[in-house]
């Protein structure tokens, strides 16, 4: 089976990115190198090809209303130009998926992971009834503004005053003459913007951000950006098996104002009988990297799983992300890793391991 192509790929190969299969999507996981391309977004400016994110539209009436069934975060305090990073839950209170719903009034936006998108479109309408769903998944392109210097280079190229748009609100503005979708969000721990264009223009912006001094990055650095700023990747962090308030988002589940969604009674029941695990983040000693899938150990025991590592760029050390049993999950708790054949330990800390100073 052939993989899908964004409208950016043959930027991309002119580029000389490093291609790899992401979610049946030919995606640069690199272009001049992950650390390169790490310490730009935290110093500088980036921009990444998310473009095979899912894109949907919902329209209808009292869309909001709908789906308010399927999330835990109460969507009444959203409004036009607002939005809300949420997920979509099954009956037993796992995550379907992680998402941001974006109020526009008379329609909702929705940004999906890519690996998610039909098992995503398939929930939604199977759940929303009387709202039309329409996928701009493969149609429209999604180009990220990420960095310090990110705003101020993404206003040379558009019409719109970007000063104007707070975190977690959005607009339409033109981008080079292109009706483009400006979302200031992101998945980096930085300010910055999501620019959702159609297909034809995506090259030319791409390339005037380029010019303007921003830096391609690929999927390798995107990974080590999030993790540093603990965001939870879908599939490794959060699953169908984890839920919000083991993987380190009760801040989305408002019991107290969402009296009906599915789940809830899940995770009501979790709630008070309290969770047993927690996902934390982890600081290791010396040069000691946890991957994916390795085990915690505790009296030659499993006892958890590290479900995201790496040696952070930034810091300059190693951190993990890990589910542990919740008496270990205070931080200043020692536990051990297994790395190979040895186990090596790591210290609970405070989540994020890096946070912008502005």
């Known amino acids: 089976m052939s993989l899908l192509r964004t409208p950016l790929y043959d930027l991309c190969i002119q580029n000389k990115a490093r291609m790899t299969d992401f979610a049946g ?26 473009s095979h994110m899912g894109k949907f539209i919902l329209t209808g009436d009292h ?24 997920v979509l839950l099954n009956p037993q209170g796992g995550i379907i998926d992680d998402l941001i719903i974006y109020d526009e009034g008379e329609q909702v936006t929705l940004i ?32 990220a503004v990420q960095g310090p210097k990110a705003v101020e280079t993404l206003q040379k190229i558009t019409d719109i005053d970007l000063s104007v748009i707070r975190r977690y609100n959005h607009a339409y503005g033109q981008v080079l003459g292109h009706k483009s979708f400006l ?25 005037a951000l380029q010019e303007h001094g921003a830096e391609p990055c690929g ?12 965001m939870a990747l879908y599939g490794q962090d959060i699953n169908d ?8 988002l009760s801040w989305l589940v408002h019991l107290d104002k969402v009296p009906n969604f599915i789940g809830r009674d899940s995770l009501a029941q979790q709630k008070a009988d309290g969770v047993t695990r927690r996902l934390v983040g982890l600081q290791l000693e010396g040069r000691n990297i946890a991957r994916h899938n390795y085990p915690i ?21 190693p951190v993990a992300l890990a589910y542990v049993p919740i008496e270990l999950a205070k931080v200043g708790t020692v536990i051990n890793v297994q790395i190979r054949q040895k186990t090596v330990p790591a210290t609970v800390v405070k989540k994020p391991f890096y946070k912008a100073s502005t």
């Open 297 to 317: 150990i505790q009296d030659d025991k499993q006892i958890g799983i590290v479900t995201s590592g790496t040696l952070s760029p930034t810091l300059g050390y």
């Open 183 to 207: 979302a200031r969000t992101g998945y980096t721990g930085e300010d910055g913007f999501e620019i959702m264009v159609e297909a034809d223009g995506a090259t030319a912006i791409w390339q």
């Open 241 to 248: 098996e984890t839920t919000p308030l083991e993987g380190g």
């Open 112 to 143: 999906v992971n890519a690996a998610t998108t039909d098992k995503d479109k398939t929930w939604l309408l199977e759940h929303l009834a009387n709202v039309e769903l329409h996928d701009n998944s493969q149609t429209h392109a999604l180009i």
């Open 219 to 230: 999927l390798g650095a995107r990974d080590t950006l999030r993790l540093e700023a603990s």
């Open 25 to 50: 999507w030919e995606m640069p996981v690199q272009f001049s190198g992950i650390k390169q391309e790490h310490a730009a977004v935290r110093n500088q400016v980036g921009i990444f090809d998310i």
């Open 63 to 86: 869309v909001l209303r709908s789906l308010q069934q399927l999330v835990p975060s109460d969507l009444d305090k959203l409004s036009p130009g607002k939005a809300q990073y949420t």
